[in-house]
């Protein structure tokens, strides 16, 4: 079994597709991918979330629900780099909600992968487990940046952009603060959003360039402010990312609902993360006021969870072997 964790884009989502920097941080919310030799001639893959299971036989074809597509993407990688395809049965199960852009595709991706190599003896490591879980990311969302799958292979906190290594950041969270992560329930596709935001910036990039530009600006200041500790800007940051976001096109109604009334009730930021158009927000706030802001942010919300970050990346369990 393999696991890795979800995550959430404290800045710079969207802005990270051009070339541009970004900032994640892991989650404690993982996904699970078990993965064992079986007797029958092909290959099973179940996902428990999805309640589907795909059927391959060793050339890779079969009948396969559009959900799973991206495993059979990352074998056909597999394949590439020189590993056999053996029968085998693959269970996928994310502890993350799906589609509310925590990362749960890129997590099952990194996991998968992960699973299958540590079957063979040579699990994937570095550079080639980022490239082949990449090869998930792209049926699953399009034009990834490929910050989903870096942060699931690495775990920590990471500044990113695109074609570069991923540098670790030191993110120093004072005690007495915490970010929640807000779920409003309203499912969408990140490939969708993704072409809708590049639509938009390519249609007037003489100005959107400004915005793009003032994003990678906010990731340098965040990443003094996560170095620091000095939540009071990291949060205003936030709040000013959310608003180059929403300028790009990719908010929601219940998302600036959630900033809106995070802003009213002394939360220090609040933005949305990952693709928008519904998903979560994640909001920066004083322990103390995170009672008073989670009852008045549930109207809007499915859930409100405190998050843990900065956790272990991608790791393999043999203890079930
Ligand atoms: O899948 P999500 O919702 O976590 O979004 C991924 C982040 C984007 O910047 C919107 C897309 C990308 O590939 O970087």
Do not use: Q
Not at 74 to 91: D, K, N, Q, V, Y
Not at 103 to 120: D, E, F, K, Q, W
């Amino acid at each position: 079994e393999a696991s890795a964790p979800g995550k959430i884009i404290l800045f710079g989502e969207h802005f990270v597709v051009k070339g541009y920097r970004a900032i994640a941080t892991s989650t404690s919310l993982r996904a699970r991918v078990s993965v064992e030799e079986a007797g029958e001639p092909g290959i099973v893959i179940e996902s428990e979330n999805f309640n589907i299971k795909g059927y391959l036989n060793l050339n890779l074809e079969g009948n396969v629900p559009r959900e799973l597509l991206v495993y059979v993407e990352i074998l056909r990688a597999l394949r590439e780099r020189g590993f056999s395809l053996i029968p085998h049965r693959a269970r996928v199960k994310s502890h993350m909600p799906i589609s509310a852009g925590l990362g749960s595709s890129a997590s099952t991706s990194v996991a998968y992968a992960l699973a299958y190599t540590a079957l063979h003896g040579d699990p994937l490591k570095g550079r080639d487990l980022l490239e082949v879980s990449l090869e998930g990311e792209k049926v699953a969302h399009g034009r990834p940046s490929g910050i989903d799958n870096t942060i699931a292979a690495l775990g920590g906190t990471i500044v990113y952009r695109r074609g570069e290594e991923p540098l670790k950041v030191e993110a120093n969270i004072p005690g007495g603060y915490a970010f929640l992560i807000v779920d409003t329930g309203v499912k969408r596709s990140t490939r969708d959003a993704v072409e809708y935001a590049l639509r938009v910036a390519e249609s007037f990039w003489e100005i959107a360039s400004l915005i793009y530009e003032a994003a990678d600006r906010i990731v340098g200041e965040a990443l003094k402010a996560l170095k620091t500790g000095d939540m009071k800007t990291l949060g205003s940051l936030m709040y000013v990312n959310h608003g180059l976001l929403n300028a790009i096109g990719v908010s929601h109604g219940k998302l600036d609902a959630i900033v809106d009334e995070a802003r009213k009730h002394g939360a220090l930021g609040a933005k949305l993360t990952g693709a928008g158009w519904g998903g979560c927000a994640i909001i920066l706030a004083a322990e103390t006021a995170v009672g008073d802001l989670a009852e008045k942010i549930s109207r809007h919300a499915v859930s409100v969870e405190k998050a843990k970050i900065n956790v272990e990346g991608a790791t393999i369990d043999y203890s079930s072997l």
